[in-house]
């Protein structure tokens, strides 16, 4: 077990390095300058010695691989550096939006997986009935269809339509409120973002949770308890639907990783303020400080997140811990 987990420790080292490096150098592969926030709205009008000296200030006329290794020392002494279109220091401004990506994500994320959980294993249980194949049917639609065409979907029918729920942003700015008005007002911003992301995240926990238990209920050990007189609520609960969870383990453990990084997509059409919606700002502005800090924080959460698999699946599969002592 230690040996596995050494090689696992040097792999992710390796993977956070390489993921660095590419964080620092794909935004500047990127198309365009952004001296245009550094230098504000005249900078069509600056000589090319101004220039220099606004890409001097920022230390952006150095080559690259110094460029880079400023970057890494920088990182080791946990310096992010500051944005170049908000002029304040990364660190606060992710510190700010990373909240709102977490309520965001993790609320959708645990009502995904058990709706998900829930659907599948009813649908498996009553395979090749007419209430499958339409369950079936309508989750097929909801996974084939682009994130962004469901959320303007819903802020046309639940916002616009019906005036239940808020159009943008996480609260009413205006609002002066404490206590449950102001939580109140929060959950009503966070009803159609949840609802958008449990929407796709369910219809993927369902295909993985329903063809889990479809291949469990075929095994021999099913059959037996079926034989022993068991009631089919025991052998539903207490035999199939504990094994056929591992796959559904696994899916949750590999998005958990990604909810740090939020849906760019859904954020960017509510106008949530969250981290996925920091990075499109930031891909626009070419703000490569706040890019690369925002990857970083994504490739951490992922990296953790599969760490955390990796020691948690031998506990959920005792398979796994017979093969490391093999």
Do not use: C
């Amino acid at each position: 077990m230690r040996g596995r987990l050494g090689t696992r420790a040097v792999q992710y080292g390796v993977l956070i390095f390489l993921t660095v490096a590419l964080n620092f150098f794909l935004p500047r592969a990127m198309p365009g300058s952004p001296l245009a926030y550094l230098a504000g709205e005249d900078v069509g009008l600056m000589s090319a010695e101004v220039r220099r000296e606004v890409l001097a200030r920022h230390a952006l006329d150095l080559p690259l691989g110094t460029q880079f290794a400023r970057y890494l020392g920088n990182l080791v002494r946990g310096d992010l550096g500051h944005s170049y279109q908000r002029g304040r220091p990364v660190a606060e401004i992710i510190a700010e939006r990373l909240p709102w990506t977490l309520l965001l994500t993790a609320t959708s994320l645990v009502l995904s997986t058990l709706i998900g959980v829930a659907l599948g294993a009813w649908a498996a249980w009553r395979r090749g009935q007419s209430s499958d194949l339409s369950l079936l049917l309508v989750v097929m639609f909801f996974r084939s269809m682009p994130s962004f065409w469901i959320a303007v979907i819903l802020v046309a029918v639940f916002a616009v339509g019906l005036g239940w729920f808020p159009i943008y942003g996480a609260y009413t700015p205006w609002l002066v409120a404490t206590g449950w008005e102001r939580v109140l007002n929060v959950l009503r911003h966070l009803a159609l973002p949840v609802l958008s992301l449990t929407l796709i995240g369910s219809a993927e926990t369902f295909l993985v949770m329903r063809y889990a238990m479809l291949d469990v209920l075929g095994e021999d050990y099913i059959a037996t308890a079926r034989a022993k007189g068991l009631s089919e609520r025991v052998v539903l609960y207490k035999h199939a639907l504990r094994n056929a969870l591992l796959p559904v383990a696994t899916v949750f453990m590999l998005n958990l990783g990604f909810t740090v990084s939020g849906a760019t997509v859904i954020e960017t059409v509510f106008a949530y303020p969250g981290l996925g919606r920091l990075m499109y700002e930031a891909v626009l502005s070419r703000d490569y400080p706040l890019l690369q800090a925002s990857f970083l924080v994504v490739t951490l959460a992922v990296v953790l997140a599969n760490l955390l698999a990796d020691l948690l699946y031998p506990l959920l599969d005792p398979r796994v811990r017979l093969s490391d002592g093999a």
